[in-house]
Each structure stands twice: as C-alpha cells, then as structure tokens.
C-alpha cells in the first residue's frame, strides 16, 4: 500500500515547499482511516484528520459513557467548540491553563444551549477529558494544556473565522501578521 499511498499523496493540492514530516504523518492517518484515500486539498486532508480525532474519542467514549449529550449526533457542535478553541487559543496564548479551557468550554456550551452553572461546568469537563484530550487534538498535562501541534490549532481558527461574523474576521486579518498566527 506504500505505493499507492505515495501516488495519492503527490496529486493532493499542496504547496511543495509546505509538505513536513506532520503533513505526511496527517496524510498517512487519514489514508489509513478513510478506506486508503486521501482528499484532494490541505484544508480537506486537516477536515478529515480532525473528524476522523474527534469519531474515535467517541467510539472509546461509547464503550464507557458517563454522560447522555455526548455522541456521535454531537459531533457538528463538538467540532464546533473546537473551533471556536483554536480561535480563543490563536488570540491568547498566553492562557494555557486547564482550568481556563474548562471555562472557555462552558461559556461555549451556555451560548448555544442556555443551562444551570454547575450542569454547563460539568459538560465542559467531560468535553475537555473526553472529546478535546480523548482525541488527541489537545494535550493535558498538570493543569495545564496545549494544542497537539500548532497547525491543528491554526485549522480550527480558520474554520471559526470562515463560519464567524464578518467583524471578527476583519479582526483577525488585521492581526494576521502578529506572531500568534505564524506557526
């Protein structure tokens, strides 16, 4: 399957310059995952990588669920509050704390379904253990966390702004050139 992985991997749409060693990591987990095929663009190769994440934290979460909302029907709104994580992340780094992730979550979640402080909190937790650190995308350690790598983060703040109010995306293309958007 070598071969054939390779053949794949040079007609993907990319800038050859672009191409690393976690692109080529990203392409052969997804040629693994989606019956030994790969999308024809970066940004699909990264949608796939993500979905492909967050569908396997699920499945581990189905062999022991603790919780009623977090299923495979909530995979649009989990892939959402990722998003809206790598853009929250994107504009401070600085915030690396557990803590502030589980509160960034919550704020999420009451924004789309309103609920009691302490039933959002808990959602928020089992989302951060479960979804985001279940899947690989996000990294606890000792309180504190971080991104698997910079570009899954880059990811979904780009698919946050291309799906967010016009406003925010003006904003961003100002501070586009700070250093918190070069990897």
Known sequence: HATEFV????????DR???TPLLALIALCVYKENLRTLPKTRAELYELFVDNAVLRALRRRGENPSSEWIN????????????????LSARN????????LVEWVQ??????????SRQGLKRAREFVQSVAAGSGLIVLDKGQW????????????????????????LLSLELFDTS????
Request: proline fraction near 5%.
């Open 7 to 14: 053949e794949q991997f040079r007609s993907v749409t990319l």
């Open 17 to 19: 310059s672009a191409i």
């Open 72 to 87: 495979q029907d909530d995979r649009d709104l989990l892939l959402e509050i990722l998003s809206q994580i790598g853009l």
């Open 93 to 100: 780094p600085e915030q690396d704390r557990t803590e502030e």
């Open 107 to 116: 704020s999420s979640l009451e924004k789309i379904e309103p609920m009691p």
């Open 146 to 169: 971080h991104w698997w790598h910079a570009s899954v983060r880059d990811y979904f703040a780009a698919c946050a702004l291309a799906n967010g109010p016009q406003d925010s995306q």
């Open 180 to 183: 918190i958007w070069k990897e």
